[in-house]
Structures are given as structure tokens and as C-alpha cells.
């Protein structure tokens, strides 16, 4: 825990609280579906990108 790294917590005080593993795991998602549709490179964003 600590603060949040990620960017996408939902907690009030910007602390970790666990939303970086939804992230994740929705990032691969359309990253897989990026990269079979013909788009490496929009996929190679979506894994990269950070939240500001
Ligand atoms: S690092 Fe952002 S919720 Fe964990």
C-alpha cells in the first residue's frame, strides 16, 4: 500500500488501494484485442501510458 502509483485509484486520498490491478488487467485486454485487430502500436500505448 502507500500512495498510489498508478494514477486510477479510486480512494479520496490518492492512496494504493488496489484499482492498479483492474487497470492492468483491462490495459491487457485491449491490448490483446489491439494487437489482433492490426494495431501494435495503439497497443503498445495503452501498456505504456500513465494516468497524470
Ligand atoms: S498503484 Fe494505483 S491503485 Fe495501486
Given at each position: 500500500m502507500g500512495t498510489c502509483g498508478c494514477g486510477?485509484?479510486?480512494?479520496?486520498?490518492k492512496n494504493c488501494n488496489g484499482t492498479?490491478?483492474?487497470?492492468?488487467?483491462?490495459k491487457a485486454d485491449i491490448a490483446?484485442?489491439?494487437t489482433d485487430n492490426g494495431f501494435p502500436e495503439a497497443a503498445e500505448?495503452?501498456?505504456t501510458e500513465k494516468k497524470n
Open positions: 486510477f485509484t479510486t480512494d479520496p486520498d492498479h490491478r483492474v487497470v492492468q488487467a483491462v490483446k484485442k489491439l500505448f495503452v501498456k
